[in-house]
């Protein structure tokens, strides 16, 4: 593993927790430049990232185009133009309509009684373990991976193969190009594998309903079916591994005041979900998120600016989260409070992401039932000696020691 996915590498300067950056003031589009070196549109206001994530002139197939200049340094699990996320209009809601109906809000419900057992459960192992206790290791990383798991009939799974290659399908700097690749290489014959196995033997899973929606519409590619169930693995793992983790860091050390009321009922838990979701980002460089890039197939006003047609856009979720004209006060403030406009960490429009009401319902059971269960929580070490996860898409605790 690269060394720059650690903070305890040598001379690596300690991190400010997620909660805690500077983010890009909320303002007029402004030109700027990817890491790459090609020029992009930095929009930031939410309502011009809402547009952005909308408007039908600004697309993700284009990114793919054979004159598109080029986005990222080296690849990632976002790259593939034909995977559903790189595919617009009609082709694209013929994919997603093959695994929207298991992601509907009323769909997800149904697994709440099974996902607060696994929340117990993990639990209960965190208190027999004993005060301390690396909370990432027992509890935000499991959680998530067990779900999606059950979800996809993958109960063998090997949570050390899945963070592997979750780590390098969400590289940016932490591995080399060759490496993402192998990795990458052997995720999509695992994938391979799986569907192989499901049409041998099909089952109650999603990964069955994928392959029997795919069978009677007749046009969806092997490789955009293996690139769609490796694509749920991580997908339906990382951000709820992610927002648990940072929400963690915020709640037991800035946030300290708020763990009581946390305890007191799953409402509570829930508009707390929403606006942590909402104000803490996912990780360091959220205006370059390749998931939220788009490019333009004809001139575009956004925010006062026409945007030449051809032109690669980034829409900055986290800065639009945090737009005073969509949302008033702060964390310390606002909690528990209702949202006054949606949030935009899950993205807006056709391609919003699919697993939003998954990750809601994890990340509210898990902190309201830790909260009840570990009243005294608090961490055990200061937040500058947090190891991070580093070099990735998004940034989260490798290991966070509590106590109680």
């Not at 400010?16 to 090609?38: D, F, V």
């Not at 939410?46 to 952005?52: E, I, L, P, T």
């Not at 209960?124 to 798991?149: F, M, N, T």
């Not at 390098?168 to 990795?183: F, K, L, P, Q």
Request: negative net charge.
């Amino acid at each position: 593993m690269s060394t720059e996915n650690s903070a305890t590498s040598a001379g690596t300067a300690p991190l400010p927790p997620l909660h805690c950056m500077r983010l890009l003031e909320p303002g007029p589009p402004r030109l700027a430049a990817l890491p790459t070196g090609t020029p992009v549109w930095l929009v930031s206001r939410h309502a011009d990232v809402r547009q952005v994530l909308t408007d039908p002139r600004l697309g993700r197939a284009p990114l793919y185009a054979p004159d598109a200049p080029s986005i990222t340094v080296t690849p990632n699990i976002l790259d593939d133009p034909q995977s559903m996320l790189n595919i617009d209009g009609t082709e694209h809601q013929r994919l997603r309509r093959t695994v929207q109906r298991a992601f509907t809000p009323r769909a997800i419900e149904r697994w709440r009684p099974w996902v607060a057992s696994v929340v117990e459960s993990l639990i209960d192992e965190l208190i027999d373990h004993g005060s301390p206790a690396d909370v990432i290791a027992g509890y935000s990383r499991p959680l998530p991976v067990a779900v999606i798991s059950r979800l996809m009939g993958l109960d063998n799974l090997d949570g050390k193969r899945l963070a592997h290659w979750s780590d390098h399908a969400m590289s940016v700097t932490a591995y080399s190009a060759d490496e993402i690749v192998t990795a990458m290489t052997e995720f999509a014959a695992f994938g391979a594998e799986v569907i192989a196995e499901r049409r041998s033997a099909p089952g109650e899973d999603l990964v069955s309903s994928l392959l029997a929606a795919a069978a009677e519409d007749g046009s969806i590619t092997e490789g955009q079916l293996v690139t769609l169930v490796i694509g749920l693995v991580v997908a339906g793992h990382e951000t709820t591994m992610t927002s648990l983790g940072n929400a963690l860091v915020y709640l037991l050390q800035d946030g300290r005041e708020a763990w009581q009321r946390l305890s007191s009922d799953e409402a509570s838990a829930a508009a707390a979900t929403e606006q942590l979701l909402r104000a803490v980002p996912l990780g360091d460089r959220q205006e370059y998120m390749p998931g939220l890039m788009r490019r333009t197939v004809e001139d575009v006003e956004i925010g006062g600016v026409v945007i030449p047609a051809g032109s690669v856009v980034a829409a900055d979720a986290a800065a639009a989260n945090h737009d005073p004209e969509a949302f008033t006060g702060d964390l310390l403030t606002e909690l528990f409070a209702p949202l006054t406009a949606p949030t935009l960490t899950f993205g807006a429009g056709p391609h919003h992401c699919l697993g939003a009401w998954l990750a809601r319902m994890e990340l509210e059971l898990a902190l309201h039932r830790l909260a009840r269960r570990l009243p005294a929580l608090r961490l055990a070490d200061p937040v500058d000696r947090i190891d991070w996860r580093r070099g990735l898409l998004t940034r989260s605790p490798n290991s966070l020691r509590v106590e109680w």
